[in-house]
């Protein structure tokens, strides 16, 4: 991505996919059958993998939209109020009175600060291909995917093949082999072990690295929870280890990491601190509960990586200056 290209462009990312009312509980632990449980705390909260991420850049400083399907309901006022509130523009969702966001109810462990997902698409009307507008979605130096509506993000992405524009994708069910032509048109491919080993069917990373390099993609991130996360290339891979930080809730960490890592992509940093970042900006969420209330602004990450940071990180942040 050369400046030019940079200076024309409308938004620094475009995302289509997955927006979602989150129903959080925290619970002293996970209920037994037929039981009655009360809730610590409850908050209602915006999710889904892309638009999480876009809230992600947005909060880091960077212009992005978000594509979809909502409609006039109070589940779809909702998630628009907060795109506003978080500076995620919305002139490229597409109205239709009935349709509304996935909706997620989800139960977070006290003790562990684990989650367990329950989500429904009965409100979801996926958008059709006469929708699209490739001056819109072409508009943005990089687009980022989420596994659902796939006909829409596999067009969406021969687009931005065409045009020279990055870009990223998040998965996450193994099952889901119509994933592959997606996976073929992308240059970023960011998904966690478990789809990772099971859409590959490799028997441990090394190999289901060396499946979706095959395919394309110049780069391959494997996330893998509160362990960190391995990335590779055709010439390198690494490690990277998570910060400790006092977990409260780690919905929606992969989805962070996502918008950290496009926001140092979005920055053409070399890719250790692109990792490094995403891995802070992803550590940092974990200390508030939701997807999206600990997302951290580009100077607290700074601050933070410039404590608790390798050398290598503090001493690029120094020179960034
Ligand atoms: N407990 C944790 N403490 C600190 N960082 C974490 C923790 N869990 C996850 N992370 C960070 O977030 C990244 C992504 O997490 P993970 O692999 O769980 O993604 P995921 O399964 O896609 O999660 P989700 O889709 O629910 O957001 C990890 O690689 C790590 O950097
Ligand atoms: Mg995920």
């Given at each position: 991505?050369?400046?030019n ?13 997955n ?14 059958p ?6 610590i ?6 999710g889904?993998?892309v638009?999480?991420?876009l ?7 960077a212009k ?7 409609g006039?309901n ?6 628009i ?7 995620v ?22 003790e ?5 997902i329950y989500?429904?698409?009965?409100m979801?009307s996926?958008?059709?291909?006469e929708e ?20 829409i ?15 990223v ?8 082999k119509e994933?592959?032509?997606?996976i ?20 441990n ?8 390099l ?14 960190g996360?391995?990335t ?8 990277q ?12 960490c ?15 940093w ?28 580009f ?15 503090k ?7």
């Amino acid at each position: 991505m050369n400046k030019n290209s940079k200076n024309k462009k409308r938004f620094d990312v475009i995302g289509i996919g997955n927006c979602t009312v989150d129903f959080l509980g925290i619970v002293p632990s996970f209920p037994r059958p037929d039981t009655k449980n009360k809730i610590i705390r409850f908050v209602q909260q915006g999710g889904g993998p892309v638009a999480t991420a876009l809230v992600t850049l947005a909060r880091l400083g960077a212009k992005v939209s978000f594509i979809g399907k909502l409609g006039d309901n109070e589940f779809s006022h909702f998630v628009i109020n907060d795109f506003i509130q978080e500076k995620v523009d919305i002139s490229g969702v597409i109205k239709e009175e009935k349709a509304g966001p996935y909706l997620g109810f989800i139960l977070i462990d006290k003790e562990k600060g684990s989650r367990t997902i329950y989500w429904t698409d009965q409100m979801v009307s996926p958008l059709r291909k006469e929708e699209l507008s490739r001056d819109f979605i072409t508009s943005s130096r990089i687009l980022h995917f989420d596994e659902y509506n796939l006909p829409i993000a596999i067009l969406a992405a021969t687009w931005a093949k065409e045009e020279g524009i990055k870009t990223v994708l998040d998965a996450e069910t193994p099952q889901k082999k119509e994933l592959l032509p997606l996976i073929k048109l992308i240059d970023f491919l960011i998904v966690p072990e478990e789809f990772a080993l099971g859409f590959s069917g490799k028997g441990n990373l090394k190999k289901a690295i060396e499946f979706f390099l095959k395919y394309g993609p110049e780069v391959v991130v494997i996330t893998q929870g509160k362990k960190g996360s391995l990335t590779a290339t055709k010439k390198k891979r690494f490690f990277q280890p998570t910060f400790n930080v006092p977990v409260v809730d780690t919905t929606g960490c992969g989805d962070v990491f996502h918008g950290g890592f496009i926001y140092g992509l979005l920055k053409n940093w070399p890719i250790e601190v692109i990792s490094e970042f995403a891995t802070a900006v992803a550590s940092l969420k974990c200390e508030k509960l939701g997807g999206r209330a600990g997302c951290p602004s580009f100077q607290r990450v700074k601050d933070f990586l410039l404590s608790f940071g390798s050398e290598r990180m503090k001493s690029f942040l120094e020179r960034d200056r």
